[in-house]
């Protein structure tokens, strides 16, 4: 399986395409960026002032995901949006799960509710040491 690269014109691409593909285009384009991951693969997030609603998705470039993973975890965000321009919530909700049942029903998608499974695959494996320093030190 072909691992994409992740940049910010690779994601903003994706987005507009999805946008039209799973929500007849009812998303805004939020500002797009790249972080890297160390216990999230993903963030979508909103902020208000008192005439402005400023809205981010950014998703971690240190994890070499293939096309699938990609796509499933930035559709996870951009339900996150979503469910924020039709509640004013942002959660895993009732709403967030609905939406994220009928996308993968009905187009056979692997989106999750958290990337734990990601996690599994790709994070860097930790030594044993590692392991008991964490379960010492927390």
Not at 8 to 23: Q, R
Not at 43 to 67: D, E
Not at 78 to 91: D, E, R
Request: no cysteine; charged share 25%.
């Amino acid at each position: 399986k072909v691992k994409m690269k992740i940049t910010k014109s690779v994601l903003e691409k994706l987005f507009v395409t999805y946008n039209k593909e799973y929500f007849e285009s009812f998303l805004i384009l939020p500002t797009i960026s790249t972080y890297i991951g160390q216990n999230s693969m993903g963030m979508f997030r909103v902020k208000k002032g008192s005439n402005f609603v400023h809205m981010s998705i950014s998703i971690a470039r240190n994890f070499k995901l293939t096309y699938e993973e990609l796509r499933d975890l930035l559709l996870h965000e951009m339900i996150h949006q979503y469910v924020f321009l039709k509640t004013g919530k942002v959660s895993h909700n009732r709403q967030f799960i609905k939406k994220m049942k009928e996308l993968n029903q009905q187009y056979g998608l692997d989106i999750r509710i958290n990337s734990k499974h990601l996690f599994k695959k790709y994070a860097p494996k930790k030594s044993f040491w590692q392991k008991i320093m964490n379960y010492i030190f927390g």
